[in-house]
C-alpha cells in the first residue's frame, strides 16, 4: 500500500510528468498535489466537474462499470483523470509533457499507484 505522498512522488518520477494531483470529486478540493507550471486548485475544481459530468452521462447512457480513466490531449500535454479504486470520491490528475513523456507509460504508471493508494 502506498501513501499519498509516496504515491504523488511516484508518479512525478515519469519522464514528462509536470505535476499530479488527489482530489476530491464531491467537493472539487485537493488532498495532496506536486509539480508546477499549473494552477492545480483550478484544474481540480474544473477536472471536478469533467469527471462528474461523464458520471451523468454514463447514467443517462445506462452503462455500467467504473470509469477507467479519462484523456484530454492538448498541443503540449497530455492530462489523465483517473477515479481512484480504492478512495471513493478521490480521482488522480496527471500532467504529462508531450514532447518528452511517454503517454502508454504514464497510463500504466496512475494505474499501477491508483491500485496501491491509501488515503
Same mark, same amino acid.
Request: hydrophobic share 45%; aromatic share 4%; proline share 3%.
Given at each position: 500500500?502506498?501513501?499519498? +505522498?509516496?504515491?504523488?512522488?511516484? #508518479?512525478?518520477?515519469?519522464?514528462?510528468?509536470?505535476?499530479?494531483?488527489?482530489?476530491?470529486?464531491?467537493?472539487?478540493?485537493?488532498?495532496?498535489?506536486?509539480?508546477?507550471?499549473?494552477?492545480? +486548485?483550478? *484544474? *481540480?475544481?474544473?477536472?471536478?466537474?469533467?469527471?462528474?459530468? @461523464?458520471?451523468?452521462?454514463?447514467?443517462?447512457?445506462?452503462?455500467?462499470?467504473?470509469?477507467?480513466?479519462? #484523456?484530454?490531449? #492538448?498541443?503540449? @500535454?497530455? @492530462?489523465?483523470?483517473?477515479?481512484?479504486?480504492?478512495?471513493?470520491?478521490?480521482?488522480?490528475?496527471?500532467? #504529462?509533457?508531450?514532447?518528452?513523456?511517454?503517454? *502508454?507509460?504514464?497510463?500504466?504508471?496512475? @494505474?499501477?499507484?491508483?491500485? +496501491?493508494?491509501?488515503?
Amino acid at each position: 500500500m502506498s501513501t499519498l +505522498e509516496t504515491a504523488l512522488t511516484d #508518479l512525478m518520477s515519469v519522464n514528462g510528468a509536470m505535476a499530479v494531483a488527489v482530489a476530491d470529486y464531491t467537493s472539487g478540493m485537493i488532498v495532496g498535489s506536486k509539480g508546477s507550471g499549473i494552477d492545480m +486548485e483550478i *484544474a *481540480a475544481a474544473g477536472n471536478t466537474d469533467l469527471l462528474r459530468a @461523464q458520471l451523468r452521462t454514463m447514467t443517462d447512457l445506462d452503462l455500467t462499470g467504473p470509469i477507467e480513466d479519462i #484523456l484530454i490531449t #492538448l498541443d503540449t @500535454q497530455y @492530462q489523465i483523470i483517473r477515479p481512484a479504486q480504492n478512495a471513493p470520491g478521490l480521482f488522480i490528475y496527471f500532467v #504529462l509533457d508531450k514532447t518528452r513523456g511517454n503517454l *502508454a507509460l504514464a497510463r500504466r504508471k496512475v @494505474q499501477d499507484v491508483d491500485r +496501491e493508494l491509501v488515503v
